[in-house]
């Protein structure tokens, strides 16, 4: 696939995977539609891009998610069409089952699953119309392998699978791709921001997200896979890839190796 000139949305895109993708895409001469709450930051963002006048700002909340239609009207409308929408907006979770209210499990699931199934489903009669279309979702390691302190956000990605598959199986005579990017550990905010149990934010980076892959590096193996146009891809360190294969062939071992990780 050649990047150049198509038009591509990408929600989340106010920092971490998001921004570090619009950036790589930029270079790529892509067209750019970028998406989050955080106007001054998408600003930064657009200005750090290759061709900032290809970048336009569509405002996004995925909480909103029955009031997404003038927003996909809008992304429509920026460039006359889009090609590739990335579903990268989300929030994370850093908390026992036992401590978190479930509320916190609710919006969880609404910003993290329904926010990103009502965009897609707003997206998908553009995309059958013009039959052509790609969706590429950033889900997680822990979309494959539950692990403790992430249970509501394991099960927003383990849902995110299930919904797009089904979607591709769907839409494949409509000539529409479906990309599930899988990241492991990934220097970025995404700790700091995640939810506890009253849903707080945790403010402090893990060690593990510190030491992760840097969001740049990230960005291009995940560009290649969109051009690639590849079904479902793992990108992190060799542990993280590792426990999705021996959950698959060996899953009783796995089971007692996530048990013996930290919970505190």
């Known amino acids: 696939m050649d990047f150049t000139n198509k038009v591509i949305w990408i929600t989340g895109a106010s920092s971490g995977i998001g921004k570090a993708l619009a950036i790589e895409l930029s270079l790529k001469k892509a067209k750019l539609i970028i998406s989050s709450r955080n106007k001054e930051a998408l ?15 569509v405002m996004l909340d995925l909480e909103e998610y029955l009031q997404l239609s003038s927003t996909v009207a809008e992304a429509i409308s920026a460039f006359g069409k889009i090609d590739i929408l990335v579903n990268n907006g989300g929030i994370s979770q850093r908390s026992l089952v036992k401590d ?8 969880i699931m609404d910003v ?22 790609h969706f590429v979702v950033t889900t997680s390691i822990v979309g494959k392998i539950g692990t403790p302190l992430r249970s509501s956000y394991a099960a927003s990605k383990h849902a995110l699978h299930g919904f797009f598959d089904s979607l591709r199986a769907e839409h494949k005579n409509d000539n529409i791709a479906v990309t599930l990017v899988c990241p492991g550990f990934v220097n970025t905010n995404v700790s700091i921001n995640a939810l506890t149990g009253d849903g707080s934010p945790q403010q402090k980076m893990d060690l593990a997200t510190q030491n992760g892959i840097e969001s740049k590096r990230f960005a291009k193996l995940m560009t290649k896979a969109i051009q690639q146009k590849k079904e479902e891809v793992y990108i992190g360190g060799f542990k993280e890839k590792l426990g999705v294969y021996v959950k698959r062939f060996f899953p009783k071992i796995l089971s007692i190796m996530i048990r013996k990780l930290s919970v505190t």
Do not use: M
């Open 112 to 133: 993290n699953y329904f926010g990103t199934v009502a965009l897609t489903k707003e997206i998908l009669p553009h995309f059958i119309e013009n039959k052509n279309g």
């Open 43 to 57: 600003i930064e963002v657009k200005n750090d891009c290759k061709s900032p006048g290809n970048v336009i700002i």
């Open 100 to 107: 978190t209210n479930i509320l916190v499990d609710k919006r």
